[in-house]
């Protein structure tokens, strides 16, 4: 019987996470779940905040438990959830994250082009419900909100779901950045439904816009802080030229079978369904393995990006909130070309920049709705609240540039 099945995890940011069900077990022991034991959550965050090594497993369960507490407080202030749909929304936020690739979205469309996470988690959430004789078939419809309760979609995907409030605890946790601390037990007790949209009890407001401003301070802080932010780009560089190398014709070999078939079909692989076998084989170690491979590849441009990731000698990063000079970044280049002895199509590889852009809370997307004792509801950037008003729901842009220091 389901009510007799216990097990248990000890989790350092919670501490005992419940299993209680044996579908959810069984989900858990699948291979393709447990792969994401091996995919770093933040990945290269690391190289600035050393404890920041754990993984999309550590954060999956960790949004679980989070969804048991949050059905647990909705179900006893008589929100009608039943067995089937609770059982069901614990697995589809087991599973939200179950179709990231290796360094998650650094490698976003680069080893698979035009195919998000996203789609390859429903298409992983399928071949799984086959395989279990249905048993998923509710988890995908709340998980793609297709199912007539949308507040149980919004609890795994929305501006105040589960998702995040354990990726910015357990974040903060593990990098040690203290303005990432949620008050996420005090959420959860305020959460409430109305007319099956997932609200805010209105004496919560002040820990919704700690939430917020939490949000925005681990962005640009943890997530978007310069020296993760070149790491990251460097490894799209390493993998961009690999990828050119092979289209030339010149033997680039990945250390591990399923990297090496992704690299080499890139951009053959329009659809994931035949290929999710490979997919779900593949981690941060097949990549990092071949990356300290690499650093005695023939390829000059290819040997000293990989060089300088794997010793931590990392491009230099600059941000601005304008454009950079143009006759600047020519100089760059220049210089970079000389030193190298590159080709000037090469430059690219060693000077390149973009934007960094980030939006708090847009009232324009799914909202964050506080609800009143009369009854009434209304968008959190509408209530008489300068901060979230004018403050956070502008977006913030920043110009960075990464290049070769001499």
Same mark, same amino acid.
């Given at each position: 019987?389901?009510?007799?099945?216990?097990?248990?995890?000890?989790?350092?940011?919670?501490?005992?996470?419940?299993?209680?069900?044996?579908?959810?077990?069984?989900?858990?022991?699948?291979?393709?779940?447990?792969?994401?034991?091996?995919?770093?959550?933040?990945?290269?965050?690391?190289?600035?905040?050393?404890?920041?090594?754990?993984?999309?497993?550590?954060?999956?369960?960790?949004?679980?438990?989070?969804?048991?507490?949050?059905?647990?407080?909705?179900?006893?202030?008589?929100?009608?959830?039943?067995?089937?749909?609770?059982?069901?929304?614990?697995?589809?936020?087991?599973?939200? #994250?179950?179709?990231?690739?290796?360094?998650?979205?650094?490698?976003?469309?680069?080893?698979?082009?035009?195919?998000?996470?996203?789609?390859?988690?429903?298409?992983?959430?399928?071949?799984?419900?086959?395989?279990?004789?249905?048993?998923?078939?509710?988890?995908?419809?709340?998980?793609?909100?297709?199912?007539?309760?949308?507040?149980?979609?919004?609890?795994?995907?929305?501006?105040?779901?589960?998702?995040?409030?354990?990726?910015?605890?357990?974040?903060?946790?593990?990098?040690?950045?203290?303005?990432?601390?949620?008050?996420?037990?005090?959420?959860?007790?305020?959460?409430?439904?109305?007319?099956?949209?997932?609200?805010?009890?209105?004496?919560?407001?002040?820990?919704?816009?700690?939430?917020?401003?939490?949000?925005?301070?681990?962005?640009?802080?943890?997530?978007?802080?310069?020296?993760?932010?070149?790491?990251?780009?460097?490894?799209?560089?390493?993998?961009?030229?690999?990828?050119?190398?092979?289209?030339?014709?010149?033997?680039?070999?990945?250390?591990?079978?399923?990297?090496?078939?992704?690299?080499?079909?890139?951009?053959?692989?329009?659809?994931?369904?035949?290929?999710?076998?490979?997919? !779900?084989?593949?981690?941060?170690?097949?990549?990092?393995?071949?990356?300290?491979?690499?650093?005695?590849?023939?390829?000059?441009?290819?040997?000293?990006?990989?060089? !300088?990731?794997?010793?931590?000698?990392?491009?230099?990063?600059?941000?601005?909130?304008?454009?950079? #000079?143009?006759?600047?970044?020519?100089?760059?280049?220049?210089?970079? !070309?000389?030193?190298?002895?590159?080709?000037?199509?090469?430059?690219?590889?060693?000077?390149?920049?973009?934007?960094?852009?980030?939006?708090?809370?847009?009232?324009?997307?799914?909202?964050?709705?506080?609800?009143?004792?009369?009854?009434?509801?209304?968008?959190?950037?509408?209530?008489?609240?300068?901060?979230?008003?004018?403050?956070?729901?502008?977006?913030?842009?920043?110009?960075?540039? !990464?290049?070769?220091?001499?």
């Amino acid at each position: 019987m389901a009510s007799l099945f216990r097990k248990i995890i000890n989790d350092p940011v919670y501490g005992f996470i419940t299993i209680d069900h044996p579908l959810i077990f069984k989900v858990i022991a699948h291979p393709w779940y447990q792969r994401l034991r091996r995919i770093h959550q933040m990945a290269f965050a690391q190289l600035v905040y050393p404890g920041a090594v754990h993984t999309r497993l550590h954060h999956s369960l960790g949004a679980y438990h989070l969804m048991c507490n949050a059905l647990h407080e909705l179900k006893n202030k008589g929100v009608d959830i039943n067995p089937e749909e609770e059982v069901a929304a614990k697995i589809a936020i087991l599973l939200h #994250d179950i179709g990231h690739g290796p360094y998650s979205h650094a490698l976003e469309n680069k080893l698979l082009k035009g195919i998000h996470h996203e789609t390859i988690s429903i298409k992983i959430m399928e071949v799984l419900n086959r395989e279990l004789e249905g048993a998923l078939s509710l988890a995908i419809d709340i998980f793609t909100n297709k199912y007539p309760k949308p507040f149980l979609h919004q609890l795994i995907s929305g501006q105040l779901d589960v998702d995040r409030m354990d990726y910015l605890t357990r974040d903060s946790f593990f990098t040690g950045v203290s303005e990432g601390v949620i008050g996420y037990d005090r959420i959860l007790k305020m959460l409430t439904v109305h007319h099956n949209e997932l609200m805010v009890e209105e004496k919560a407001v002040y820990s919704i816009e700690k939430f917020l401003v939490s949000r925005r301070l681990m962005y640009w802080q943890v997530y978007l802080h310069k020296t993760v932010l070149g790491a990251e780009k460097m490894l799209v560089k390493i993998v961009e030229r690999a990828q050119e190398l092979i289209q030339r014709g010149i033997a680039v070999k990945s250390t591990s079978a399923v990297f090496d078939f992704f690299l080499q079909n890139h951009d053959k692989v329009t659809s994931i369904e035949d290929h999710l076998e490979q997919f !779900c084989l593949l981690d941060d170690y097949d990549v990092l393995s071949t990356i300290k491979n690499w650093i005695f590849h023939e390829d000059v441009v290819l040997a000293k990006l990989c060089q !300088c990731l794997v010793t931590r000698r990392l491009l230099k990063v600059k941000l601005s909130a304008t454009p950079f #000079d143009e006759a600047w970044i020519a100089e760059l280049r220049n210089r970079i !070309c000389r030193e190298m002895q590159l080709e000037e199509r090469d430059c690219h590889y060693f000077v390149f920049g973009g934007v960094a852009e980030n939006t708090t809370y847009d009232p324009k997307e799914e909202k964050i709705n506080i609800l009143f004792k009369d009854g009434t509801a209304t968008d959190i950037s509408r209530v008489d609240n300068a901060l979230i008003h004018q403050t956070l729901a502008s977006p913030v842009k920043k110009y960075y540039i !990464c290049y070769l220091n001499s």
